[in-house]
């Protein structure tokens, strides 16, 4: 999906410039004229990179940048005439990422947003990276390596093991019907034992458990299912 860049520019010859630019290296311009019609813009649209002149005609364009930085960690570049290091400082002081001065390189312009969407993108996956790793107690369960660790043991787990266990630990105290867990698993939608489940609970528990007959964490709700307790008395 193509990048949406908010360019807002008051000056339309610079704004159509940067915008039919933009078109040509596949990402989607858009254009606000005002500070007003930039805050309305960025909350429709939800751009993924800001252009922002400071001299704007209804408002400061630091203060705008300021706005703008306390709803979004969107990347934010000022493009702006004024060339003092006053302005540099203030811009990058109140939120902003990048500054250029006009007049300007458009060739270095997109080089510079692509540079700053490709380390958002990276740090968006790094936060998703982060999810898969689930810490309880003293268990980690690493879903990038496959990995279960208790008191910083290993501890092996096949792999439909490890799956019905990092659904159940992503789901705290939720609990699954036999049937759900199949399906959540081993996908089926119409056959299926549903004392797989139970074997596999069995086989969990004398893996996870201090005690398995008495289980802490893999909980059986009687005559509905299970879940993974993170609420001990």
Same mark, same amino acid.
């Given at each position: 999906? *193509? ?5 807002? %520019?008051?000056?339309? #010859? ?6 039919? @630019?933009? $078109? ?9 004229? !005002?500070?007003?019609?930039? !805050? ?6 939800? =751009?993924? +990179? ?32 004024? *060339? *003092? ?18 007049? +300007?390189?458009?060739? %270095? ?18 936060? %998703? ?39 159940? $630990?992503?789901? =705290?105290?939720?609990?699954? *019907?036999?049937?759900?867990?199949? #399906?959540? $698993?081993?996908?089926?939608? &119409? ?6 489940? !139970?074997? @596999? ?10 005690? =398995?007959?008495? =289980? &802490? @964490? ?7 299912? @299970?879940?993974?307790? !993170?609420?001990?008395?």
């Amino acid at each position: 999906m *193509s990048k949406k860049v908010l360019i807002i %520019e008051d000056e339309k #010859d610079i704004a159509n410039i940067v915008k039919d @630019y933009l $078109i040509v290296y596949q990402l989607t311009p858009i254009v606000a004229g !005002t500070g007003k019609e930039a !805050t309305r813009l960025f909350r429709e649209e939800n =751009p993924d +990179f800001i252009i922002l002149d400071l001299t704007l005609p209804d408002c400061d364009g630091i203060e705008l940048c300021r706005q703008l930085r306390e709803n979004s960690n969107v990347p934010i570049l000022i493009l702006s005439a004024r *060339s *003092s290091d006053t302005d540099k400082v203030l811009g990058l002081g109140f939120g902003a990422d990048d500054y250029m001065t006009k007049p +300007f390189s458009l060739s %270095e312009l997109v080089a510079r947003i692509n540079a700053h969407l490709r380390k958002q993108d990276r740090l968006l996956q790094q936060q %998703e990276d982060q999810h898969d790793i689930i810490q309880v107690d003293k268990m980690k369960i690493n879903k990038l390596e496959y990995t279960f660790t208790r008191d910083e043991k290993m501890i092996q787990l096949s792999g439909k093991e490890f799956d019905l266990l990092y659904f159940l $630990i992503k789901h =705290p105290n939720q609990v699954f *019907s036999k049937r759900q867990l199949l #399906d959540a $698993i081993w996908g089926f939608e &119409v056959y299926g034992d549903e004392n797989t489940i !139970t074997v @596999y609970m069995r086989r969990l528990r004398e893996k996870i458990e201090t005690n =398995p007959s008495n =289980p &802490v @964490y893999l909980q059986t709700v009687w005559g509905v299912g @299970y879940k993974f307790c !993170t609420k001990h008395n």
